[in-house]
């Protein structure tokens, strides 16, 4: 349903700030990197798809039981806008992030689990089924987005690492290669990106390891060659370009977290009532539009994940 508010009810958008904002001062400094060039969409897939061995498994089947409810963002707007700070603390950082190699690729998994290994991308993805979900995703500064998906359910991956019974989470976390990666070079955050789910989380229906999106393998600024979507949580929690999967009993401090828990906390569901400290949460800004509408509960996804949170109501849930 597409909700349509007066432009009168929107919020400024200066009113909503990039997580970062706290080291405004700092990070300003270190983010003189100069004009970003422009680039054609054509170009951006052609360098993913080049060098991707599994490009074949695109588009994969569809799952019809997942459905945005609104209208799928241009794809072109999206890779175009993205948080992917290991290249910058703005938006325009697509350019920047085709200098990622993503293969040869080694995804390592290891902790409490019956047998670590270390597996080839390729490897890992040609032994999933891949499917394509549409998605809604709700970042944390007030904008959403809609995305056709492909990937697996992340608990074919659990499935794969056999954890052990004493494992509770799962810490994923990025590459670390400030060569390519100019924001890496930007010492005062704590990298590599590192985040966390519980492992009831992990083998939730709808968590997702996206490898593609719109149709073909992913493009790198969304952060190929895989990453995570928990389409219920803030925006954050869907750690990209991953390169490692901990089962841990220890519950991890994600990248945000380490950096001002008082705002990103580990579970960081998403809950139109409970503010940001520093803005509202009630509404979002569709990305590519000029609409405005009402955040929902889950970003509408409670059906699938409400359960999760029985008992546990004495957690900072929604933060
Ligand atoms: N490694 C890494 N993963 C990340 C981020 C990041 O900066 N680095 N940003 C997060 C945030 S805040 C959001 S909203 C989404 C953005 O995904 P998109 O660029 O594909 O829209 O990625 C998340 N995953
Ligand atoms: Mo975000």
Redo the contacts with the bound molecule.
């Keep these: 349903m597409l909700i349509k508010h007066p432009r009168g009810w929107d919020i400024p958008e200066t009113l909503t700030t990039p997580?970062h904002v706290f080291l405004n001062r700092r990070s300003f400094l270190a983010g003189m990197t100069g004009a970003v060039g422009a680039i054609g969409l054509g170009t951006l897939r052609a360098s993913a798809e080049e060098i991707d061995p599994t490009a074949d498994l695109y588009p994969a089947r569809h799952n019809e039981a997942f459905v945005a409810g609104r209208a799928t963002t241009p794809e072109k707007t999206?890779s175009m806008?993205?948080?992917?700070?290991?290249f910058g603390s703005h938006k325009q950082i697509y350019d920047a992030a085709q200098a990622l190699p993503i293969r040869p690729w080694a995804v390592v998994i290891d902790g409490e689990v019956e047998q670590e290994m270390t597996i080839d991308i390729d490897d890992l993805i040609r032994r999933m089924t891949l499917e394509e979900r549409v998605y809604r995703?709700r970042?944390?500064?007030a904008w959403s987005?809609v995305?056709p998906w492909t990937g697996f359910p992340m608990r074919k991956l659990v499935d794969l690492a056999k954890p052990l019974t004493s494992a509770t989470y799962v810490r994923m976390e990025?590459f670390q290669n400030p060569e390519v990666a100019r924001g890496q070079r930007a010492n005062w955050y704590p990298w590599?990106?590192v985040?966390g789910l519980t492992l009831d989380e992990a083998v939730n229906d709808l968590t997702f390891m996206v490898t593609g999106a719109y149709g073909k393998s992913m493009a790198k600024?969304?952060?190929a060659p895989i990453?995570?979507h928990a389409p219920w949580k803030?925006?954050?929690?869907?750690?990209?370009?991953i390169v490692r999967f901990t089962f841990t009993r220890e519950r991890p401090v994600s990248?945000?977290e380490e950096i001002q828990a008082s705002e990103y906390g580990f579970w960081a569901n998403v809950n139109p009532e409970v503010s940001h400290p520093r803005w509202s949460q009630a509404s979002e800004r569709v990305l590519g539009t000029d609409e405005r509408i009402p955040t929902q509960l889950y970003n509408g996804y409670g059906e699938w994940v409400a359960d999760l949170y029985k008992g546990l109501e004495g957690e900072r849930l929604f933060m």
Aim: glycine fraction near 6%; aromatic fraction near 28%; hydrophobic fraction near 30%.
């Design positions: 997580e999206n806008y993205n948080n992917f700070y290991e995703h970042c944390v500064e987005m995305v990025t590599p990106y985040e600024q969304f952060g990453r995570l803030y925006g954050f929690k869907s750690v990209k370009s990248f945000w």
